[in-house]
């Protein structure tokens, strides 16, 4: 059985990776609009592995016998004009749910849940490479995206980025 507040965190987990999900088709439907159709399918990329985090974090639950509780996903906030904004609004963001999977991280070792632990190390490592990914995407962009070639360039580099599900094991 799990300790009450991390079956709690676990549960709010599930509503965030749902969250980012949905703030991550925002992203990519602002990039359609603007014609950057690569930088659009690296979002939708994006959406699809947070929607599977979701998925992992209630199977772990449901594992566990842990009843989960599904919130109202809240309307991203992110005022996006120009195509730099979402790229940093994603950085935020990926840091912001590192917090999260760090704080659960926490509770689950107070109380020595090393079975949690140990099923949150694919996420801990996991929001390493997304944080790597969000800032190398600004870094890419402050470089070439004032110039129109190099951005069509990049987008085009987005555009062939294929999703590929996680291989956690639970």
């Known amino acids: 059985m799990l300790n009450n507040k991390v079956a709690e965190l676990l549960n709010t987990q599930v509503n965030k ?8 088709l925002h992203f990519a439907n602002f ?12 979002y939708q990329v ?8 979701a998925m992992l974090f209630i ?6 016998d842990v009843p989960v509780t599904f919130e109202a996903i809240e309307k991203p906030s ?23 999977i760090h704080n659960i991280y926490d509770a689950a070792y107070s109380v020595k849940d090393f079975r949690t632990m ?12 997304e944080e790597t990914n969000a800032n190398d995407l600004i870094k890419k962009m402050e470089l ?5 070639k190099s951005l069509y360039m990049l987008d085009q580099e987005l ?12």
Request: glycine letters at 10%; proline letters at 2%; zero cysteines.
């Open 144 to 148: 070439f995206g004032s110039d129109p």
């Open 59 to 64: 199977q772990y639950m449901q594992n566990n």
């Open 31 to 42: 990039y359609v609009e603007q014609g950057l159709n690569g930088f659009a399918n690296w």
């Open 78 to 100: 992110a005022d996006l004009s120009g195509n730099m904004d979402a790229l940093k609004e994603g950085l935020a963001h990926e840091q912001y749910v590192t917090g999260l």
């Open 17 to 24: 990776e749902f969250y980012s999900a949905y703030l991550y």
């Open 46 to 53: 994006q959406a699809q592995e947070e929607r599977d985090h």
């Open 118 to 129: 140990q099923f949150l190390d694919w996420f801990v490592k996991e929001q390493g490479e």
């Open 159 to 170: 555009a062939g980025r294929v999703y590929a599900a996680p291989s956690l094991v639970l």
